[in-house]
């Protein structure tokens, strides 16, 4: 009993974290800020669009309103720099920072897609190795991990592959962008709410390759939505070029899954991200 109680406050102490740095960076002199604006480019491949097939579950995702000062999670693609991240995240914001160590590294240049909720960040932080991205789906029921910072607190979210299709961002009569859907199984450690701040995090398959960036969530049916491969990979061949390839852990449990994420947050390859609105 009482080794479980230590791991509960451990697991406190990146939320706490989280929300002095997010205290000290918003309320931190703006001056220092000025020669580093956040420059904002759009990508939009929309014309033509493939057809994606129906699997028999329509999802609307409402309207946020304005942004305003939030967090997200963000993860390196390459070492050069090459961060993804949704592009909710990054949409509205006056200034993006990105969590090192101590800190918050501002960053500078992103590139937002039109067609999906995804967006590249460039000339960020250096990263020890990146994560794979892949254009091929997971087999109906396959298992996904869901990687991030919901609340603040670091995450996995097991799920099961249902299948491709289409989410109406910004309510009925919305853009229509291509999701993936999965069904929500487990939470490492077991959490209850909102998956808010997982935003912009990996999905992984089994293979260990990353076949989503995380978009939202819909409580009460327990779905997680995810960006389609596809259309990451057009952003990221628009934007930027990943000069080498990443590294594959296979992903065969849970607890595979688990042992990752550790290594991804020891090493700085996964992020809380962090937008500013001023």
């Known amino acids: 009993m009482s080794k479980q109680r230590t791991t509960n406050r451990r697991g406190c102490l990146p939320w706490i ?15 220092q800020w000025q020669d580093t604006p956040l420059r904002v480019e759009q990508f939009d491949p929309r014309n033509p ?10 999802f609307v995702i409402a309207d ?26 990054t949409n509205g914001c006056d200034r993006l920072g990105l969590v ?10 992103v590139v937002q897609s039109v ?36 609340g603040g607190e670091p995450s996995v979210v097991v799920s099961r592959y249902i299948g491709q299709t289409y989410a109406q961002r910004g309510g009925p009569g919305g853009v229509a962008e291509p999701i993936l859907a999965w069904a929500e199984g487990t939470r490492f450690p077991t959490a209850d709410g909102p998956l808010g701040g997982i935003s912009g995090g990996p999905t992984f398959d089994q293979q260990g390759r990353v076949v ?6 819909t409580p009460r049916r327990g779905r997680v939505l995810t ?51 001023r």
């Open 212 to 217: 989503g960036v995380n978009a939202a969530s």
């Open 49 to 58: 669009r493939r057809p994606m097939p129906e699997i028999g579950e329509s």
């Open 227 to 277: 960006t389609d491969p596809m259309a990451i990979l057009r952003l990221v061949d628009a934007s930027t070029v990943i000069a080498e390839p990443g590294e594959v852990t296979s992903l065969a449990t849970p607890a595979s899954a688990i042992a990752l994420f550790r290594v991804l947050l020891d090493r700085g390859i996964i992020r809380q991200v962090y937008c500013d609105v």
């Open 115 to 150: 067609e999906a909720d995804v967006s590249v960040i460039r000339q960020g932080p250096q990263a020890q190795f990146a994560l794979v991205l892949t254009e091929n789906l997971p087999a109906s029921g396959n298992t996904g991990y869901h990687m991030g910072f919901p």
């Open 100 to 109: 090192s160590g101590g800190g918050i590294d501002a960053l500078v240049d």
């Open 17 to 31: 974290l989280g929300i002095v740095l997010l205290w000290v960076w918003f309320s931190g002199d703006t001056e």
């Open 64 to 89: 946020p309103g304005p942004q305003q000062d939030s967090q997200g999670t963000a993860f390196a693609v390459d070492r050069d720099g090459t961060w993804l991240t949704a592009q909710h995240v």
